[in-house]
């Protein structure tokens, strides 16, 4: 039986995210609702049910990362108050995933000083099963309403045509 452990993050998604927290803060004094305001727990499926190649892409303010996700497919992270952050998630042969997060007002209402704490599931799916379709964008955001500092949460299933990228011939 596999050991969960709590808070442990593969060793470079971790250090990106220590990097990005102390890049958007730099010069400010650190503290710990600062730079983990938003711990995100995320549960990722795939359809051919292994994680060796899937990749999770981390951008934050303009910063991005790279770092490999677990085979159990769990994976936790924190992110720092105030930050617009995309995470991308691919697999060669599914279709790529974007989930876009805005701490901005993570803080307000009732919640400053407080950690915060959001968990989620994604699943990538195979392309040969879209039926020649993708994602026009992001596929769901995480944010905070203003003023009251309540979890906001989007979800968007809506796919497009994928653009060709062969050429057939008769």
């Given at each position: 039986?596999?050991?969960?452990?709590?808070?442990?993050?593969?060793?470079?998604?971790?250090?990106?995210?220590?990097?990005?927290?102390?890049?958007?803060?730099?010069?400010?004094?650190?503290?710990?609702?600062?730079?983990?305001?938003?711990?995100?727990?995320?549960?990722?499926?795939?359809?051919?049910?292994?994680?060796?190649?899937?990749?999770?892409?981390?951008?934050?303010?303009?910063?991005?990362?790279?770092?490999?996700?677990?085979?159990?497919?769990?994976f936790?992270?924190?992110?720092?108050?105030?930050?617009?952050?995309?995470?991308?998630?691919?697999?060669?042969g599914?279709?790529?995933?974007?989930?876009?997060?805005?701490?901005?007002?993570?803080?307000?209402?009732?919640?400053?000083?407080?950690?915060?704490?959001?968990?989620?599931?994604?699943?990538?799916?195979?392309?040969?099963?879209?039926?020649?379709?993708?994602?026009?964008?992001?596929?769901?955001?995480?944010?905070?309403?203003?003023?009251?500092?309540?979890?906001?949460?989007?979800?968007?299933?809506?796919?497009?045509?994928?653009?060709?990228?062969t050429?057939?011939?008769?």
């Open positions: 039986m596999e050991k969960h452990t709590p808070h442990i993050l593969n060793c470079g998604l971790l250090a990106l995210l220590l990097f990005v927290a102390n890049t958007v803060h730099a010069g400010a004094p650190a503290s710990p609702k600062v730079l983990d305001a938003v711990v995100l727990t995320a549960w990722l499926h795939v359809e051919d049910l292994t994680m060796a190649d899937v990749l999770v892409e981390l951008e934050v303010d303009g910063v991005l990362q790279t770092g490999h996700v677990p085979e159990n497919g769990r936790e992270m924190s992110l720092p108050a105030d930050v617009d952050a995309v995470l991308r998630f691919s697999k060669p599914h279709l790529t995933k974007e989930v876009v997060v805005d701490t901005h007002h993570v803080t307000d209402g009732g919640f400053d000083g407080k950690k915060r704490h959001v968990s989620f599931a994604v699943i990538l799916q195979q392309e040969r099963h879209m039926a020649g379709f993708t994602y026009p964008g992001p596929v769901g955001s995480l944010g905070f309403d203003e003023g009251g500092g309540c979890l906001a949460v989007a979800h968007d299933r809506s796919v497009v045509p994928a653009e060709r990228r050429i057939m011939v008769f």
